[in-house]
C-alpha cells in the first residue's frame, strides 16, 4: 500500500480552506437571520397584529383544519396556527420570492466550502489508497462533509436556510475537533479494518450521523420557536426576532421525524452491519463491547423517539428532548468512548 | 395498542394535556376489582404505548453502566482488579450486578417486560389489522369536508354535454381508484348519492407488525445462542495442531445448556504464520504498522478426512460444519531447551510470548518443573530485532525477526505446581525462589541471540539454548446455533421497518350526486375526500393526483372544481342514504 504524501499535504491544506469558508458562510447565515428578522419585523411596522384581542376567542391548538376553516368567519375559533401566522415562517418551508441576499451568499459560500472540502477527503482517500474513514480525524471530516452535503441537497427542495447557522457552525465544529483534537497523517489501514464492511458499516454510520446532525438543529429551533410561540399565544412580546424566519414548531417536528425515521433506519442498518462485521473479525456478533453498548443505546433512544411521536403527551417538546439526547449520546459516543473507553473498537494492538 | 392515539394530519395537539381521560379502557377503578382484574389491569397497564416508551428509556439507561463499569463478559481480569482496588464499593458493585449487567436481574427484567408489552400490544393489534383486511373499506363520512383533504367537481355541461350519472361517475372513480393501488368499495349505488370507499397502503400496518415480531426473532436467536453455543480459546504455534475436544482447549466457555460431547470432531493444523509490516518511512509514526496478517492452516473435517488447505486472515475464519474458528492474536514462540542440573533435558519447545508493544518486544515466561535438583524458572523479554551498544539496555526497534534476542533473568526454587492452585502461565512469582542472575545482580541478565545461543546457569543449575523463533496465532473458537436465527429476523426486522416507515396507508371517500352549477344547469358533483393513517406528508400530493385522474376522466364532458358541496343542491346527507357513519 503506497501513501502519496504530497497529496496528503493538499488535503490538510484543503481542509483547512474548507473550514474557512464554512466560516464565512456560517457568518453570512447569522447575519441573514439578524438582518432579515429585523427587516420583517421593520416591514410590519405599527401594523403588527393585536396579540390580546385575537387570544380572546380561546385558541384551540391543533383543532381540525377543516372545521376552522369553515368558523373562523362567523368569528367562533381561531387556530392556533392561524394566530402565529404573523410570528413564524411558512410551514411548508417553500421557497419565496423575497430578497435574503445574506442568505443567498451564506448558500453560494457554503457550496463553495462543500466543493474544497470534498477534495479534501478525496484527495485524502487517493492519498491514502483506500477508503477515507479509518481514524477519528477522517470519521469527523467525512462525517461533516456529509452534514453539508445533506444539508444543501435538502435546500434544493426545501428552504431550510434558517438552520443554515446551526449547521455551518456545527460543521466548522467538526473540521476544528479533527484538525485540533485528532490530527492523524495519511496511514494504510490496520489488518482488523481491511473489510468491505468498514465500507458498508462506516458509510452508513456516518450519513446517519448527518442526518442527526441536522434534526438535532431542528430540534435545539423547535425548543425555542415552541416557548416563543406560548409568548405569542399567551399574547405577550416574544422575544429572538430571529425566529420569525423559522417555521412554527410543529412543522418543524413533522420534518425532523420523517428526516429522523430515516435516520433510524440506516442506524438500524449501521448496527446490523457492525453485528455481522463483528461476527466476521471476533467471532461474535454481539459482545457489549463499550462501542456496541452505546450504538444500542444510541438505536434505542431514537425507537424511544419513533414511539414519542405516537404517544399521547409526548409529541411536541418532549420529543425535541429525545431527539437532542439521542444526538448528544452520538457525540459522546464519538468522542468519548473512542478516546477514554477501551474496547475492541480501539483498535490497540493486535 | 386500544389506548394509544397515532397522529394522523390532524393529530392530538402537542403537549396541552398529557393525560387525557381515556375511552374504552376497562377496569381503570380500582379498588372493585378482584385478583383477576387486577391482573386485567396490570396487562392494560403494561400494554400501554407510555409504558413501552418508558421501558425503552429505562433500557437505555440501564445499558450505560455496561460501559462504565468493567463487564465479565469483556474483561474478568479487569472486573477482579476493579474489586481489589475498591474492595467496598467493588463488593457493593458485584452485589448489584454492575460488572454483568447484560446478564443481571435488573436489565433482564426490563428486557423481558419489553417484550411482553410488545406483544401484548402487537398481537391485539395485528388481529385488529386482520379484521380490517378482510372488511370492507370503512363507510363514508357524512361530511367530506371536514376531511384534512376534500374537494369538489362540477361534471358535466361542456359543448352541451350531458352530465355523467352519479352510478357511472362513481363506477369510474372506483375503478380508477383501484388501478392506483387502492382496494374499493361502492357504496349506496342506486342512490341520489352512491358514494366509493377506498383505502391503500395496508403493508404498512403489516410492516409495523412484522418489525415487532421480528426483534422478538432476534431475542429467542441470541437465547438460542446462548443456551447451546460455545467460544473457546487456544494459542496454536506454527507446527502444531488444534483437535476440537475439550482438552485441545487453553479455555472453554460452554453455553449453559451446551454438553462437550457434541463438539465437530475437527482438527486444525497451523502450517505458516505471516506477518506484514509498513516499511514505509514517509509518515515515520505508521512505520512498522502492521499491514496484513495470514496463516495458512490445514484443516481435518474429521479423523480420517480429506485434509484441505484454507487461509485464516483477521476477517476471513475459517469454519467446520458451522465452528468457525477466527485469528485474533499473534506473536513470537521462541524455541528453547533446558538442560537441568543433573543433565538432562527438562524442557524443550516454543515458549509463547506476549507482545507489549509496536514492536513485538514480548514478555517471556517458563517454567520448568521438571527440572532437577532444583525446579527452574526464567522471565525476560524476547527483542525481535534487538540494538543496543555493550552497557546499555538492548531495545527491539522492529517488528520483523532481524536480529532476535532473548534477555532473561534465572531463579530456582519451588515452582509451587504442586499445590493445585491454578496458576496463570504466562506470570512468575519469583517472591519464594531464589535468584540466580538478572540484569540488576551481578552477574547480569542473560543474553541469548544468533551469536550466543547457550548459557550455563550459574551454580551448576543447568543449561539454556536459545535454538528457534517460531511464529504463532491465537484463535477464539466460536459456535453459535442462533446466529442464523438473529439474522433472518433482523432481515425481517429491517423490511418492516422500512415498510411501516415508507408506505403511506391513506383513504380516499368519493361521492357523486346531482345538483346544479352556478348558472342554474343540470351538473353532477363530485366530491372527495382524503384522509391519511399516520404520518403522511404526501396527502396533498395524493389530492392533486386525484384531481388530475378526474379531469382526464371527465374532461370531455367537463370538469370544474366547485367550492364546495355547499354551492350545489347535491346536499352531503342526500335523502335515501342510510346515516351509516360513526
Ligand atoms: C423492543 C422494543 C421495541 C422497539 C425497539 C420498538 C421500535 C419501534 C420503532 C423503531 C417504531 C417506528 C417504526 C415503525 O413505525 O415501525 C415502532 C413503532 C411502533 N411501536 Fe414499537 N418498539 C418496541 C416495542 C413496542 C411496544 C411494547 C409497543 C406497544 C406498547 C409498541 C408499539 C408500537 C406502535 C403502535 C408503533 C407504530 C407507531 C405509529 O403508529 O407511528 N412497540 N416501534
Known amino acids: 500500500m503506497n501513501v502519496n504524501e504530497t497529496l496528503g499535504t493538499w488535503s490538510e491544506l484543503f481542509m483547512l480552506l474548507a473550514a474557512m469558508t464554512y466560516l464565512v458562510s456560517f457568518v453570512a447565515f447569522a447575519w441573514d437571520l439578524a438582518s432579515h428578522s429585523k427587516a420583517l419585523r421593520g416591514a410590519e411596522g405599527a401594523g403588527e397584529r393585536e396579540l390580546v384581542g385575537a387570544a380572546s376567542g380561546g385558541a384551540s391548538r391543533g383543532a381540525p383544519a377543516g372545521g376552522s376553516a369553515d368558523d373562523a368567519g362567523r368569528g367562533f375559533r381561531t387556530t392556533a396556527r392561524s394566530e402565529l401566522a404573523g410570528h413564524v415562517a411558512d410551514a411548508e418551508m417553500r421557497y419565496t420570492g423575497e430578497r435574503r441576499p445574506a442568505a443567498r451568499v451564506a448558500v453560494a459560500v457554503m457550496v463553495l466550502a462543500f466543493v474544497v472540502h470534498a477534495a479534501a477527503v478525496v484527495t485524502r482517500a487517493v492519498a491514502a489508497d483506500r477508503v477515507p474513514w479509518g481514524n477519528m480525524y477522517e470519521f469527523c471530516t467525512s462525517g461533516a462533509l456529509v452534514v453539508a452535503g445533506v444539508y444543501l441537497a435538502a435546500l434544493l427542495a426545501k428552504d431550510l436556510r434558517f438552520v443554515g447557522t446551526l449547521v455551518s457552525g456545527l460543521v466548522v465544529i467538526m473540521l476544528c475537533a479533527a484538525t485540533i483534537g485528532f490530527p492523524t497523517p495519511v496511514g494504510p489501514l490496520q489488518p482488523a479494518l481491511q473489510s468491505w464492511w468498514l465500507v458498508i458499516h462506516v458509510s452508513i454510520a456516518v450519513a446517519a450521523s448527518g442526518i442527526f446532525t441536522i434534526t438535532f438543529a431542528m430540534a435545539v429551533l423547535q425548543l425555542l420557536q415552541a416557548h416563543r410561540e406560548r409568548a405569542v399565544l399567551a399574547g405577550e412580546r416574544p422575544g429572538m426576532p430571529f425566529l420569525r424566519l423559522v417555521p412554527s414548531a410543529q412543522a418543524l417536528e413533522n420534518l425532523s421525524f420523517r428526516l429522523n425515521a430515516v435516520g433510524f433506519a440506516f442506524w438500524t442498518f449501521t448496527l446490523a452491519a457492525g453485528a455481522i462485521w463483528a461476527e466476521q473479525a471476533w467471532g461474535r456478533y454481539w459482545g457489549w463491547d463499550t462501542k456496541e453498548v452505546w450504538t444500542f443505546v444510541i438505536w434505542v433512544v431514537y425507537a424511544a423517539y419513533m414511539h414519542a411521536r405516537a404517544t399521547r403527551g409526548w409529541t411536541g417538546t418532549r420529543s425535541a428532548w429525545l431527539s437532542i439526547v439521542g444526538y448528544l449520546c452520538i457525540i459522546f459516543n464519538f468522542t468519548v468512548v473512542n478516546t477514554v473507553f477501551a474496547g475492541l473498537h480501539s483498535y490497540a494492538g493486535v | ?582
Open chain 2, 1 to 582: 395498542m386500544s389506548t394509544s392515539a397515532p397522529p394522523s394530519s390532524s393529530g392530538p395537539s402537542p403537549g396541552t394535556s398529557p393525560e387525557p381521560p381515556r375511552k374504552g379502557e376497562p377496569g381503570v377503578e380500582l379498588p372493585s376489582l378482584g385478583p383477576l382484574g387486577m391482573l386485567r389491569w396490570a396487562w392494560t397497564q403494561l400494554t400501554k404505548m407510555n409504558t413501552a416508551l418508558f421501558l425503552l428509556l429505562l433500557l437505555a439507561v440501564a445499558a450505560v453502566p455496561g460501559s462504565v463499569f468493567p463487564q465479565r463478559i469483556q474483561d474478568p481480569t479487569a472486573v477482579s482488579d476493579y474489586i481489589d482496588n475498591n474492595p467496598v464499593l467493588g463488593e457493593w458493585l458485584d452485589r448489584l450486578q454492575l460488572f454483568d449487567v447484560f446478564s443481571s436481574a435488573w436489565f433482564s427484567a426490563i428486557y423481558l417486560l419489553l417484550f411482553v408489552s410488545l406483544v401484548g400490544c402487537v398481537l391485539p393489534r395485528a388481529a385488529k389489522h386482520w379484521r380490517a383486511w378482510r372488511a370492507q373499506p370503512p363507510r363514508t363520512p357524512r361530511r367530506l369536508e371536514r376531511l384534512p383533504e376534500h374537494r369538489a367537481f362540477a361534471l358535466g355541461g361542456r359543448d352541451g354535454a350531458a352530465e355523467p350519472a352519479p352510478d357511472e361517475v362513481v363506477a369510474d372513480a372506483a375503478r380508477l381508484l383501484k388501478k392506483r393501488g387502492y382496494r374499493v368499495a361502492v357504496r349506496d349505488a342506486g342512490t341520489a348519492a352512491p358514494s366509493v370507499a377506498a383505502e391503500r397502503g395496508m403493508w404498512k400496518e403489516v410492516g409495523n407488525v412484522v418489525f415487532h415480531l421480528a426483534l422478538l426473532g432476534v431475542l429467542v436467536s441470541v437465547a438460542v445462542g446462548s443456551l447451546f453455543g460455545y467460544k473457546g480459546q487456544r494459542v496454536l504455534v506454527e507446527g502444531e495442531s488444534f483437535v476440537n475436544t475439550l482438552i485441545g482447549y487453553d479455555s472453554f466457555t460452554p453455553g449453559t445448556n451446551y454438553d462437550a460431547d457434541w463438539l465437530e470432531p475437527f482438527s486444525l493444523r497451523l502450517d505458516r504464520f505471516e506477518a506484514e509490516f509498513n516499511r514505509d518511512t514517509t509518515v515515520p509514526q505508521n512505520y512498522g504498522a502492521p499491514l496484513d496478517f495470514t496463516a495458512e492452516v490445514t484443516v481435518q473435517d474429521e479423523p480420517g478426512a480429506e485434509p484441505r488447505q484454507e487461509v485464516l486472515k483477521v476477517n476471513q475464519p475459517v469454519e467446520v460444519n458451522g465452528v468457525k474458528s477466527y485469528l485474533v492474536g499473534n506473536g513470537y514462540a521462541p524455541v528453547v531447551r533446558v538442560t537441568d542440573g543433573n543433565g538432562d533435558v527438562a524442557f524443550e519447545g516454543p515458549v509463547v510470548t506476549i507482545p507489549t508493544d509496536g514492536v513485538y518486544t514480548s514478555s517471556f515466561v517458563l517454567k520448568v518443573p521438571d527440572a532437577r535438583p532444583d525446579q527452574l524458572g526464567l522471565v525476560g523479554l524476547l527483542l525481535p530485532t534487538a540494538v543496543g551498544e555493550e552497557g546499555t539496555m538492548p531495545r527491539s526497534v522492529d517488528p520483523g525477526l532481524a536480529n532476535p534476542q532473548l534477555i532473561l533473568s534465572s531463579y530456582y526454587g519451588d515452582l509451587g505446581l504442586d499445590s493445585g492452585d491454578p496458576q496463570n502461565v504466562f506470570v512468575l512469582d519469583v517472591e519464594p525462589l531464589t535468584e540466580l542472575n538478572a540484569m540488576m545482580s551481578s552477574n547480569g541478565a542473560i543474553k541469548l541471540d544468533g551469536a550466543n545461543r547457550t548459557y550455563e546457569l550459574p551454580e551448576g543449575k543447568g543449561t539454556i539454548e536459545f535454538l528457534d523463533v517460531k511464529r504463532y496465532v491465537g484463535l477464539d473458537i466460536h459456535y453459535d446455533p442462533g446466529k442464523t436465527g438473529a439474522f433472518v429476523s433482523f432481515l425481517a426486522a429491517f423490511a418492516g421497518l422500512l415498510m411501516s416507515m415508507f408506505i403511506a396507508r391513506r383513504r380516499v371517500w368519493v361521492r357523486a350526486a346531482r345538483g346544479t352549477d352556478d348558472d342554474g344547469r343540470p351538473t353532477t358533483v363530485l366530491e372527495y375526500g382524503l384522509l391519511a393513517r399516520g404520518e403522511d406528508p404526501r396527502l396533498h400530493t395524493e389530492a392533486e393526483r386525484l384531481a388530475e385522474l378526474w379531469t382526464e376522466q371527465w374532461q370531455s364532458a367537463g370538469v370544474r372544481e366547485t367550492g364546495g358541496a355547499g354551492r350545489t343542491t347535491a346536499t352531503a346527507t342526500p335523502a335515501g342514504t342510510p346515516a351509516g357513519n360513526e
